[in-house]
């Protein structure tokens, strides 16, 4: 019987194409994305701007939602229009935080959202620490203010190993002697520094890095329905 190739990280690139194109990305990126090239606008327009890019799986219900967190948190001012045709009455918003391109993330009252905050601290602290493990790196990433456990760690890890950002230094020993047993180690590779932004693990279980605005590793479909989601 043949033996079967091992393929490297991050060349396990799933059914389609990985790398996709800036302009079919999707979500609060895109919309934001639109509400910084329009500067003022209506909902009907921002939507409309959002598909005349292709920018994909994108409902109103989505641009609705999150111009509504970026009112609530000083991003936006609105004014009513009043159209000549006598129609219903529009809102008019104009962006007054333009705070660059990563789009804001917050909550539904409009305040900053922890959510994202540990994957930003792990990438930049992956930046700075030449090896870890898991457990290191949740520790080195922590502060007052966020704290990284140690799943989010192992997580976030798995995936970025999979994208090929990271080169694994040392395998880890489960069996045996428990003193003897060791994490897996791992740096990031240097031509993986892409920039501030952490990559991001979407809903999909797919990475996405937003400095490059590509998918750069998503899953075979016979993964798909048992990996390990990073909420980090």
Known sequence: MPKRMKRKPGN???????????????????????IRTLKTFTRA???????????????DTTVKGY????????YLTTETTSPSNGNCKHLRYTLIKNTGTEAPR???KGTPSKKGKCRENMWRTMKVISEFDYRELALASSNEQTTVSDANAKAYIKYLHKAGYLHRT????????????????????????????????QSTTQVYDPNLQQVIWSPTPQHTQQ????DA
């Open 45 to 59: 327009e921002l939507t409309l701007w959002l598909s005349k890019h292709k920018l994909r799986n994108i409902n």
């Open 106 to 108: 917050l909550t539904q």
């Open 227 to 230: 990996e390990e989601l990073c």
């Open 67 to 74: 111009i509504r967190r970026l009112n609530l948190g000083g």
């Open 12 to 34: 396990q690139q799933g059914r389609n194409a990985a790398h996709i194109p800036g302009s079919q990305q999707a979500g609060q990126d895109a919309i934001w994305e639109g």
């Open 170 to 201: 040392k395998s880890g020993t489960t069996r045996g002697d428990s003193r003897k047993r060791s994490l897996a180690r791992y740096r990031l590779l240097p031509s993986k520094n892409t920039g501030p932004q952490s990559p991001q693990i």
